[in-house]
Protein backbone atom coordinates (compact mmCIF):
# COMPACT_ATOMS: atom_id res chain seq x y z
CA UNK A 1 0.00 0.00 0.00
CA UNK A 2 1.32 3.41 -0.89
CA UNK A 3 2.19 6.25 2.13
CA UNK A 4 2.47 9.41 1.85
CA UNK A 5 6.20 9.31 1.13
CA UNK A 6 5.65 7.43 -2.01
CA UNK A 7 3.58 10.11 -3.08
CA UNK A 8 5.80 12.69 -2.04
CA UNK A 9 8.60 11.28 -4.40
CA UNK A 10 6.62 10.84 -6.85
CA UNK A 11 4.89 14.11 -7.00
CA UNK A 12 8.41 15.46 -6.16
CA UNK A 13 7.34 17.30 -3.51
CA UNK A 14 8.44 17.61 0.20
CA UNK A 15 6.54 15.17 2.53
CA UNK A 16 5.73 17.81 4.64
CA UNK A 17 3.94 19.68 1.77
CA UNK A 18 2.14 16.18 1.25
CA UNK A 19 1.00 15.41 4.49
CA UNK A 20 -0.43 19.20 4.49
CA UNK A 21 -2.51 18.92 1.41
CA UNK A 22 -3.61 15.21 1.81
CA UNK A 23 -4.85 16.25 5.59
CA UNK A 24 -7.30 19.24 4.34
CA UNK A 25 -4.25 22.11 4.44
CA UNK A 26 -4.60 22.33 0.74
CA UNK A 27 -5.69 26.52 1.52
CA UNK A 28 -2.29 26.93 2.15
CA UNK A 29 -0.37 25.89 -1.28
CA UNK A 30 -1.38 27.08 -4.84
CA UNK A 31 -3.19 24.98 -7.26
CA UNK A 32 -0.40 23.23 -9.53
CA UNK A 33 1.15 21.60 -5.90
CA UNK A 34 -2.31 20.36 -5.28
CA UNK A 35 -3.07 18.91 -8.19
CA UNK A 36 0.46 17.08 -8.65
CA UNK A 37 -0.40 16.10 -4.93
CA UNK A 38 -3.83 14.42 -6.06
CA UNK A 39 -2.67 12.70 -9.24
CA UNK A 40 0.18 11.36 -8.00
CA UNK A 41 -1.96 9.59 -4.85
CA UNK A 42 -4.89 8.62 -7.59
CA UNK A 43 -1.55 7.12 -9.86
CA UNK A 44 -0.56 4.97 -7.09
CA UNK A 45 -3.60 3.92 -5.09
CA UNK A 46 -2.58 6.07 -2.08
CA UNK A 47 -5.71 5.89 0.28
CA UNK A 48 -5.48 8.13 3.92
CA UNK A 49 -5.59 6.99 7.29
CA UNK A 50 -8.54 7.87 8.91
CA UNK A 51 -7.60 7.56 12.02
CA UNK A 52 -3.95 9.78 10.71
CA UNK A 53 -6.50 12.67 9.30
CA UNK A 54 -8.71 12.62 12.75
CA UNK A 55 -5.46 13.40 14.68
CA UNK A 56 -3.87 16.03 12.04
CA UNK A 57 -7.54 17.78 11.44
CA UNK A 58 -8.51 17.69 15.29
CA UNK A 59 -11.89 16.80 12.94
CA UNK A 60 -12.98 13.25 11.07
CA UNK A 61 -13.99 13.41 7.28
CA UNK A 62 -17.37 11.75 8.68
CA UNK A 63 -20.79 14.00 8.95
CA UNK A 64 -23.43 11.82 10.93
CA UNK A 65 -26.97 12.12 9.76
CA UNK A 66 -29.65 12.05 12.61
CA UNK A 67 -32.72 10.38 11.37
CA UNK A 68 -36.02 10.50 13.73
CA UNK A 69 -37.61 6.89 14.32
CA UNK A 70 -40.11 7.20 11.46
CA UNK A 71 -40.62 4.17 8.83
CA UNK A 72 -37.62 4.11 6.31
CA UNK A 73 -39.33 4.67 3.80
CA UNK A 74 -38.26 4.67 -0.09
CA UNK A 75 -37.92 8.55 -0.53
CA UNK A 76 -35.97 9.23 2.50
CA UNK A 77 -33.88 6.68 1.48
CA UNK A 78 -33.27 8.29 -1.57
CA UNK A 79 -32.73 11.49 0.38
CA UNK A 80 -30.33 9.89 2.48
CA UNK A 81 -28.34 8.26 -0.62
CA UNK A 82 -28.80 11.63 -2.56
CA UNK A 83 -26.67 13.21 0.53
CA UNK A 84 -24.24 10.65 0.61
CA UNK A 85 -23.03 11.00 -2.61
CA UNK A 86 -23.58 14.45 -2.45
CA UNK A 87 -21.10 14.47 0.52
CA UNK A 88 -18.38 11.47 -1.26
CA UNK A 89 -18.30 14.07 -3.83
CA UNK A 90 -17.03 16.32 -1.19
CA UNK A 91 -14.79 13.78 0.73
CA UNK A 92 -16.72 13.04 3.30
CA UNK A 93 -17.98 9.87 4.56
CA UNK A 94 -22.11 9.81 5.31
CA UNK A 95 -22.93 7.97 8.97
CA UNK A 96 -26.75 7.10 9.79
CA UNK A 97 -27.57 7.47 13.26
CA UNK A 98 -31.27 7.07 14.35
CA UNK A 99 -32.12 9.59 17.20
CA UNK A 100 -32.85 8.26 20.57
CA UNK A 101 -31.23 8.63 23.76
CA UNK A 102 -29.47 11.95 23.97
CA UNK A 103 -25.93 10.10 25.24
CA UNK A 104 -25.94 8.75 21.38
CA UNK A 105 -25.01 12.46 19.97
CA UNK A 106 -22.51 12.82 22.61
CA UNK A 107 -21.15 9.28 21.82
CA UNK A 108 -20.69 9.92 18.19
CA UNK A 109 -19.33 13.48 18.89
CA UNK A 110 -16.37 12.46 21.47
CA UNK A 111 -15.75 9.25 19.44
CA UNK A 112 -15.91 10.01 15.79
CA UNK A 113 -14.83 13.88 16.11
CA UNK A 114 -17.41 14.58 13.06
CA UNK A 115 -16.95 17.27 10.96
CA UNK A 116 -20.43 17.80 10.79
CA UNK A 117 -23.93 16.15 12.09
CA UNK A 118 -26.73 16.67 9.75
CA UNK A 119 -30.17 17.06 11.57
CA UNK A 120 -33.48 15.33 9.87
CA UNK A 121 -34.73 15.14 13.31
CA UNK A 122 -35.69 17.75 15.76
CA UNK A 123 -32.39 18.60 17.69
CA UNK A 124 -32.52 20.97 20.88
CA UNK A 125 -30.90 24.34 20.55
CA UNK A 126 -28.53 23.14 23.38
CA UNK A 127 -27.52 19.90 21.34
CA UNK A 128 -26.80 22.02 18.52
CA UNK A 129 -25.07 24.91 20.56
CA UNK A 130 -23.23 22.13 22.32
CA UNK A 131 -22.07 20.76 19.04
CA UNK A 132 -20.96 24.17 17.12
CA UNK A 133 -18.78 24.94 20.26
CA UNK A 134 -17.13 21.26 19.71
CA UNK A 135 -16.15 22.61 16.06
CA UNK A 136 -18.86 20.60 14.76
CA UNK A 137 -20.36 22.07 11.39
CA UNK A 138 -24.39 21.74 11.61
CA UNK A 139 -26.88 21.71 9.51
CA UNK A 140 -30.44 20.97 11.03
CA UNK A 141 -34.30 21.59 10.22
CA UNK A 142 -36.31 23.54 12.92
CA UNK A 143 -39.27 21.83 14.06
CA UNK A 144 -41.43 24.77 12.86
CA UNK A 145 -40.02 24.61 8.75
CA UNK A 146 -41.03 20.80 9.05
CA UNK A 147 -44.38 21.61 9.97
CA UNK A 148 -44.74 24.15 7.66
CA UNK A 149 -43.76 21.87 4.83
CA UNK A 150 -45.83 19.30 5.71
CA UNK A 151 -49.03 21.80 6.08
CA UNK A 152 -48.25 22.65 2.66
CA UNK A 153 -48.43 19.05 1.67
CA UNK A 154 -52.05 18.70 2.99
CA UNK A 155 -53.15 21.98 1.39
CA UNK A 156 -51.83 20.64 -2.37
CA UNK A 157 -53.76 17.49 -1.40
CA UNK A 158 -57.12 19.14 -0.71
CA UNK A 159 -56.44 21.35 -2.99
CA UNK A 160 -56.53 18.29 -5.91
CA UNK A 161 -59.31 16.63 -4.62
CA UNK A 162 -61.44 19.60 -4.26
CA UNK A 163 -59.95 20.31 -8.65
CA UNK A 164 -61.24 16.45 -9.08
CA UNK A 165 -65.03 17.41 -8.13
CA UNK A 166 -64.74 16.06 -4.23
CA UNK A 167 -66.54 18.27 -1.74
CA UNK A 168 -66.32 15.94 0.70
CA UNK A 169 -62.66 15.00 2.15
CA UNK A 170 -61.64 12.87 5.04
CA UNK A 171 -57.42 12.27 6.52
CA UNK A 172 -56.85 8.55 6.93
CA UNK A 173 -53.38 8.42 8.84
CA UNK A 174 -51.59 5.11 10.39
CA UNK A 175 -52.21 4.62 13.76
CA UNK A 176 -48.49 4.56 14.75
CA UNK A 177 -47.44 6.94 17.32
CA UNK A 178 -43.62 7.50 15.79
CA UNK A 179 -45.26 8.96 12.69
CA UNK A 180 -47.38 11.76 14.11
CA UNK A 181 -44.53 14.34 14.20
CA UNK A 182 -46.05 14.50 10.13
CA UNK A 183 -49.34 13.74 10.44
CA UNK A 184 -50.42 16.26 12.50
CA UNK A 185 -49.32 19.32 10.23
CA UNK A 186 -50.05 17.23 6.87
CA UNK A 187 -53.60 16.89 8.65
CA UNK A 188 -53.95 20.23 9.51
CA UNK A 189 -53.28 21.72 6.28
CA UNK A 190 -56.09 19.43 4.76
CA UNK A 191 -58.10 20.42 7.06
CA UNK A 192 -57.19 24.48 6.45
CA UNK A 193 -57.75 24.54 2.25
CA UNK A 194 -60.79 22.22 2.67
CA UNK A 195 -62.48 24.25 5.83
CA UNK A 196 -61.01 27.88 3.66
CA UNK A 197 -62.93 26.57 0.04
CA UNK A 198 -66.54 25.04 1.80
CA UNK A 199 -65.32 21.14 1.80
CA UNK A 200 -67.35 19.32 4.45
CA UNK A 201 -64.29 17.47 6.48
CA UNK A 202 -65.32 13.98 8.01
CA UNK A 203 -63.24 13.40 11.07
CA UNK A 204 -59.63 11.66 10.31
CA UNK A 205 -59.73 8.03 10.15
CA UNK A 206 -56.72 5.68 11.73
CA UNK A 207 -55.62 2.93 9.79
CA UNK A 208 -54.41 -0.12 11.60
CA UNK A 209 -51.68 -2.22 10.11
CA UNK A 210 -53.73 -5.62 11.42
CA UNK A 211 -55.61 -7.38 8.20
CA UNK A 212 -58.57 -6.10 7.65
CA UNK A 213 -57.69 -2.47 9.43
CA UNK A 214 -58.23 -0.35 6.51
CA UNK A 215 -61.53 -2.50 5.21
CA UNK A 216 -63.12 -1.17 8.38
CA UNK A 217 -61.76 2.49 7.91
CA UNK A 218 -63.04 2.22 4.33
CA UNK A 219 -66.65 1.10 5.41
CA UNK A 220 -66.98 4.17 7.34
CA UNK A 221 -66.80 6.19 3.80
CA UNK A 222 -69.69 4.22 1.58
CA UNK A 223 -72.52 5.94 0.31
CA UNK A 224 -70.83 9.14 -0.45
CA UNK A 225 -68.26 10.44 -3.14
CA UNK A 226 -66.03 11.66 -1.27
CA UNK A 227 -62.28 12.64 -2.05
CA UNK A 228 -59.51 11.11 1.06
CA UNK A 229 -56.02 12.41 1.65
CA UNK A 230 -53.59 9.81 2.85
CA UNK A 231 -50.44 9.89 4.88
CA UNK A 232 -48.22 8.47 2.35
CA UNK A 233 -48.71 6.33 -0.78
CA UNK A 234 -48.13 3.20 1.57
CA UNK A 235 -51.60 4.58 3.65
CA UNK A 236 -53.28 5.49 0.63
CA UNK A 237 -52.71 1.87 -0.98
CA UNK A 238 -54.41 0.23 1.73
CA UNK A 239 -56.94 2.56 1.10
CA UNK A 240 -57.20 1.77 -2.25
CA UNK A 241 -57.01 -2.08 -2.08
CA UNK A 242 -59.62 -1.59 0.99
CA UNK A 243 -62.10 0.17 -1.17
CA UNK A 244 -62.21 -2.32 -4.30
CA UNK A 245 -62.74 -5.06 -2.32
CA UNK A 246 -65.46 -3.80 -0.99
CA UNK A 247 -66.92 -2.66 -4.09
CA UNK A 248 -66.20 1.20 -3.95
CA UNK A 249 -65.35 2.43 -7.70
CA UNK A 250 -62.17 4.47 -7.80
CA UNK A 251 -62.13 7.46 -8.63
CA UNK A 252 -66.09 7.69 -9.22
CA UNK A 253 -66.90 6.81 -5.73
CA UNK A 254 -63.50 7.42 -3.55
CA UNK A 255 -60.42 9.52 -5.21
CA UNK A 256 -57.62 8.89 -3.55
CA UNK A 257 -54.37 10.74 -3.22
CA UNK A 258 -50.81 9.69 -1.52
CA UNK A 259 -47.66 11.59 -0.80
CA UNK A 260 -43.82 10.80 -1.77
CA UNK A 261 -44.08 9.51 -5.41
CA UNK A 262 -42.97 5.88 -3.72
CA UNK A 263 -42.26 3.03 -6.77
CA UNK A 264 -45.59 1.77 -4.97
CA UNK A 265 -47.69 4.87 -6.11
CA UNK A 266 -46.97 4.19 -9.95
CA UNK A 267 -47.06 -0.07 -9.52
CA UNK A 268 -50.42 0.07 -7.93
CA UNK A 269 -53.23 -0.81 -10.48
CA UNK A 270 -54.70 1.31 -10.76
CA UNK A 271 -51.67 3.64 -10.30
CA UNK A 272 -52.08 6.10 -7.26
CA UNK A 273 -52.22 9.55 -7.54
CA UNK A 274 -49.57 11.31 -5.11
CA UNK A 275 -47.53 14.37 -3.96
CA UNK A 276 -43.90 14.58 -5.19
CA UNK A 277 -41.43 16.47 -3.29
CA UNK A 278 -37.44 17.88 -5.60
CA UNK A 279 -34.98 15.36 -3.16
CA UNK A 280 -32.07 16.07 -5.20
CA UNK A 281 -32.78 20.06 -4.36
CA UNK A 282 -33.28 19.54 -0.55
CA UNK A 283 -30.09 17.14 -0.38
CA UNK A 284 -27.94 19.74 -2.57
CA UNK A 285 -28.60 22.37 -0.54
CA UNK A 286 -28.29 20.37 2.48
CA UNK A 287 -24.95 19.36 1.71
CA UNK A 288 -23.86 23.07 0.40
CA UNK A 289 -24.26 24.67 3.69
CA UNK A 290 -22.79 22.03 5.68
CA UNK A 291 -19.88 22.77 3.86
CA UNK A 292 -19.61 26.21 3.50
CA UNK A 293 -20.39 26.34 -0.58
CA UNK A 294 -23.74 27.89 -0.08
CA UNK A 295 -24.56 30.46 2.77
CA UNK A 296 -27.73 29.84 4.57
CA UNK A 297 -29.03 33.17 4.04
CA UNK A 298 -30.63 32.49 0.56
CA UNK A 299 -32.59 29.87 2.54
CA UNK A 300 -34.34 32.49 4.84
CA UNK A 301 -37.75 31.09 3.56
CA UNK A 302 -36.95 27.42 3.44
CA UNK A 303 -40.60 26.46 3.78
CA UNK A 304 -41.78 28.66 0.69
CA UNK A 305 -38.31 26.73 -1.18
CA UNK A 306 -39.35 23.59 -0.93
CA UNK A 307 -43.67 24.31 -0.65
CA UNK A 308 -43.06 25.73 -4.33
CA UNK A 309 -41.50 22.47 -5.83
CA UNK A 310 -43.78 20.06 -4.50
CA UNK A 311 -46.45 18.67 -7.31
CA UNK A 312 -49.13 16.67 -7.80
CA UNK A 313 -48.45 13.44 -10.15
CA UNK A 314 -51.43 12.19 -11.70
CA UNK A 315 -52.75 9.01 -11.30
CA UNK A 316 -55.73 6.91 -11.65
CA UNK A 317 -57.20 7.47 -8.09
CA UNK A 318 -58.40 11.02 -9.15
CA UNK A 319 -59.90 12.20 -11.78
CA UNK A 320 -57.84 13.28 -14.79
Known sequence: MATSADVASHAGLSRSTVSQVLNGREHLFSKDTIERVRASAAELGYRPSLAGRTLARGTSDIVITLLSDVTFNPRLRQLVDTITEELAGAGLTNLIRFTGAENLLEDAILGLKPYGVISLAPLS???????????????????????????????????????????????????????????????????????????????????????????????????R??????????????????????????????????????????????????????????AHGIVKILTGALSDVGYDNPVRLVSDRLKVIQGDTTPR
Open 225 to 282: RIGVAAYNDEIAMSVLSAALYTGMNVPEDVGIIGIDNSPVASAMTPAITTVDYDIDFS
Open 125 to 223: DAQSSRLQRRGVHVVTQPEQVQTGIDNAIGRLQAQHLAAGGYDVVVVVLPGAAREQRFASAREAGVHEWAAESGMTILPTLRVSPDQGGARIAVAELAG
